[in-house]
């Protein structure tokens, strides 16, 4: 067990920065009794002693505030729980070759934004060759085929354009949300697929988005979600793995091992 | 916007001019194209003009239901207007909103009249569609007047901030505290999804996916407010709204009657990134160009987008390519230089060698082949990563790029950009960046001149020979239209928009003989 605090300038200080806004006002004399109340704020949440190092009026009814404090929380690394990429990261070159040996053909991945969507900006960053943080996207990779439908894309649309292009995978990316519109498109999509496909030739669904939980994947009724900062480097490498590693393992139980 | 003392690239006037003569060769066909055809949502417009107004209990306009019976009758090609005002001649209501009443429960039959009936019913149209451009009028003369009451901003480029709540009277005090902190121009963003609705909603709205519809009344309401701040701070504070998707002829009528001022209206944004039908869209481009032109409107084009989808050195040239025909659409539409806020944006990402001084160089390059425009400059967004610190530094760096280099329109950056909708206080802090800089370097640009056939010379004259070679790989295509060839064949970023396809092409009709449009036939004929 390993037991951390925040780091200012020395090991243990515990030191943290904060920023909030309060719906009171600063103005002349209620300075003072703004910053008390930024300050009870920032107790509350554990910083002790908090000081309120910037007080802001916004207009005659907020107030912006900046707090520099000691926490008085640890945080204990045996109780982190993430979802661990249980997959092995590969190079564009490794993708194309474990694709070639395993599947004969190119892997078909289709790609679209669904329900009102209009941010793309996701989807191309892991498709377009362009790609994404010094990364190329999947149209880079030789044994991919990309089929990117773009923005605000119906879920029978999808479904259609996976059965025509013969889908290996689908990937669906959600930016903008409101009132987890995400979660309620994402199920679905799932569930459609569910229905157009039997449950051995349905493709790999994966969803994407900077306001998922990596963790929801079984929930969604999706196979994989993806959360910030993602690459296509890591999308490219999971789809290889899920798919030959699928194909091994149905090879397998046909030789009867 | 003051010509600013020519060449600080020392921009080669025939080169120049090679430019606009290629973009005009490359937008002529696309003129006649449009001439030659309309599509429902002009004809809409058109009944929008007349006065029609409000929906049915389904929430569909009637302009939808008129326009829907007439077209099911006889069709579309011969406009709208003429078996309109023939049924009304003929006694069948006594108003337009009757009319469509009758016309969706099917109990009205129209015809193309023609001989005497066909003179009556274009006088007739003429006269109440005429009515509609004289509110246009009447809304822009009202604009002066209170510009000259209130006074412009002090300071250019004009500041230009966003709201969007979904819920219009969340809207209004946001925008109005917008004003309060130093906004110039308040944008409110539409709900996401309104571009490929065939019909515009009606009625005040608190129902919007990450922004506000875009209706009559909210706009009237959102004017109503900002006439109240400007009244309280003693300078004209403009309102900016959405002409785009599949309704924007109608949206540009509305914003005309409700005096807006300005509108996001971008030649070929709804067919790259929307997938709506190219024909449909230069259809409906050409009309709400001349809505716009004619009620004062300034628009603001779609380049940044561009740089959104593709990276923002190798794409600089398709920015300038963009505002070059933006330029030419926008002028054969009756749009004046004061009129164009061509976008461009501060896109390249921070990591590349010489970063500021090539987004310095794209900049001043629009703005020296572009001097009399006002220009619209967007902030960074791709390279946001949500490290707010750093990108407000860079928020700061483009505000600097902003300063010197005289652009007329600055949309204020969020260092939130990509984490969260605008705080409050994100957008305090925004502003007090834009003060500094304006403060502190606003008249940097009278001392800032590039060492001809330095870096930032030599860049410029670069981009500017890349969007000449583009304008002759459109117009090398062999058909008839080489732009929309070259739309088809992913030209403009890695999009495929071919002419026979996107949304909204069963809405486009070609002109028959003898088609009329007092709207078109007003609008063309200029004040």
Request: aromatic letters at 6%.
């Amino acid at each position: 067990m390993t037991i951390l605090r925040p780091y200012g300038d020395t090991t243990g200080d515990g030191m943290v920065q904060l920023s909030f806004t309060l719906p009171v006002s600063a103005v002349g004399s209620q300075a003072k009794a703004a910053e008390g109340a930024a300050a009870q704020l920032a107790a509350k949440m554990g910083i002790d002693p908090a000081m309120v190092v910037h007080t802001r009026p916004m207009g005659p009814d907020f107030t912006f505030f900046v707090v520099y404090g000691r926490v008085n929380h640890l945080v204990d690394t045996d109780q982190v729980t993430v979802v661990q990429r249980d997959y092995p990261l590969l190079t564009p070159k490794e993708v194309n070759l474990a694709l070639k040996r395993t599947l004969r053909r190119k892997l078909v991945v289709v790609g679209a934004c669904i329900g009102t969507d209009a941010h793309t900006v996701g989807i191309d960053a892991i498709m377009n060759i362009k790609g994404f943080a010094g990364e190329k996207g999947l149209e880079y990779y030789g044994e991919i085929t990309v089929v990117n439908l773009g923005a605000q894309v119906s879920v029978p649309e999808l479904v259609v354009r996976a059965q025509e292009e013969r889908a290996d995978a689908v990937l669906v990316s959600q930016v903008v949300t409101q009132r987890d519109a995400h979660l309620l498109n994402t199920k679905e999509m799932s569930a459609a697929f569910r229905e157009a496909y039997p449950a051995d030739r349905r493709p790999v669904l994966v969803v994407g988005g900077p306001r998922f939980d990596e963790g929801a994947a079984a929930d969604l009724g999706v196979d994989r979600v993806f959360s910030r900062g993602t690459t296509p480097g890591e999308v490219a490498s999971y789809l290889t793995h899920r798919i030959t590693s699928a194909r091994t393992s149905r090879a397998a139980q046909k030789a009867g091992v | 916007m003051t010509p600013r003392s020519p060449g600080k690239l020392d921009l080669d006037p025939v080169t120049v001019r090679k430019a606009r003569t290629l973009a005009r060769q490359v937008g002529r066909p696309i003129v006649r194209l449009a001439q030659q055809h309309t599509t429902v949502s002009v004809e809409r417009a058109t009944l929008r003009l007349a006065g029609l107004h409000g929906a049915d209990a389904e929430g569909i306009p009637w302009v939808n239901r008129l326009a829907d019976a007439v077209r099911g009758d006889v069709g579309l090609e011969h406009g709208i207007a003429l078996p309109v005002w023939d049924a009304l001649l003929r006694g069948e209501a006594d108003d337009l909103t009757v009319l469509a009443q009758k016309a969706s429960a099917g109990s009205v039959r129209f015809r193309v009249p023609e001989g005497r009936e066909l003179v009556r019913a274009r006088a007739a149209s003429r006269k109440h569609v005429g009515a509609g451009v004289r509110r246009l009028d009447a809304r822009r003369r009202e604009r002066d007047k209170l510009v000259r009451r209130w006074g412009d901003p002090e300071q250019k480029p004009w500041i230009y901030l966003i709201v969007a709540t979904g819920d219009i009277y969340e809207d209004i005090p946001q925008a109005q505290q917008a004003a309060r902190e130093g906004a110039d121009v308040i944008a409110v963003i539409r709900s996401t999804g309104q571009s490929l609705l065939d019909y515009v909603p009606e009625g005040a709205t608190r129902e919007g996916f990450a922004g506000t519809y875009a209706t009559q009344e909210n706009f009237r309401l959102m004017r109503a407010a900002l006439d109240d701040s400007s009244k309280e701070l003693g300078r004209y504070v403009r309102l900016t709204n959405y002409a785009s998707g599949l309704c924007m002829p109608e949206i540009a009528a509305l914003a005309g009657m409700e005096r807006l001022d300005m509108m996001l209206n971008d030649s070929m944004y709804g067919i790259l990134f929307r997938d709506i039908n190219p024909v449909r869209t230069f259809v409906d481009q050409r009309f709400s160009r001349q809505v716009h032109a004619r009620a004062g409107i300034i628009i603001n084009t779609g380049e940044d987008n561009y740089l959104t989808t593709a990276d923002a050195v190798e794409a600089a040239h398709t920015v300038t390519t963009s505002q070059l025909l933006n330029e030419y659409f926008a002028k054969e539409a009756g749009l004046e230089d004061w009129q164009l806020g061509l976008g461009h944006a501060f896109e390249i990402d921070p990591g590349v060698p010489d970063s500021f001084r090539l987004e310095l160089a794209h900049a001043l390059l629009a703005r020296e082949l572009f001097p009399r425009a006002p220009l619209k400059w967007m902030p960074p967004t791709r390279h946001m990563t949500g490290d707010v610190f750093r990108g407000y530094l860079l928020d700061g760096f483009f505000n600097l790029a902003g300063a010197l280099t005289g652009q007329g329109i600055l949309l204020v950056g969020m260092m939130t950009e990509a984490v969260v909708t605008p705080w409050l206080s994100d957008r305090d802090l925004a502003l007090q960046n834009v003060r500094y800089v304006m403060n502190a370097a606003g008249n940097l640009h009278e001392d800032f001149r590039p060492v001809p056939g330095g870096f930032i010379a030599e860049r410029a004259r670069q981009v500017l020979g890349e969007s000449i070679d583009l304008l002759e790989r459109i117009l090398a295509h062999e058909g008839k239209y080489g732009l929309l060839e070259a739309i088809a064949d992913g030209t403009f970023g890695l999009m495929k928009r071919p002419a026979d396809a996107g949304r909204g092409l069963d809405g486009v009709a070609r002109k028959a003989p003898g088609y009329f449009n007092p709207a078109s036939e007003l609008l063309e004929d200029r004040p």
